[in-house]
């Protein structure tokens, strides 16, 4: 006599269960941010937030706010996580609050910065 292990197909009440769960999760993530005068653009560790450029631009990410302050040339000032922060592209991370803060880019009209959890923290 030969044992077989047998798998059962997953009822639809399981299945649906388990839709729900990862939906509710998706909304959990994308509750999360909120912003004005920004984009976001954001997975479970980081965030790419794009400010438009003469406006009063904020986004809420990660738990903490990001507001454009300034910007003059390829020079930056941003408020993460209540600290201010001058950003010149290419420039290594700087920490805030438990976050590495980055200039990716800036132009006449937007200026889009990356905010990740920083891991020693």
């Known amino acids: 006599m030969t044992n077989r292990a047998t798998t059962l197909p997953l009822s639809p009440t399981r299945r649906a269960a388990g839709l729900l ?11 999360g941010c909120s912003s004005q005068g920004a ?48 950003l010149t592209t290419g420039q290594q991370a700087t920490e805030a609050g438990g976050f590495a803060v980055t200039l990716d880019s800036v132009t006449d009209q937007q200026v889009k910065i990356r905010v990740s959890r920083n891991p020693g923290s």
């Open 39 to 86: 984009s976001t653009d954001c997975g479970l560790d980081a965030c790419t937030v794009t400010f438009e450029r003469g406006v009063d631009a904020s986004a809420t990410i990660l738990g903490v706010e990001a507001k454009l302050v300034g910007a003059q040339g390829d020079q930056v000032t941003v408020e993460v996580a209540g600290e201010q922060l001058t």
């Open 21 to 31: 769960a990862g939906l509710a999760l998706g909304v959990a993530v994308l509750a």
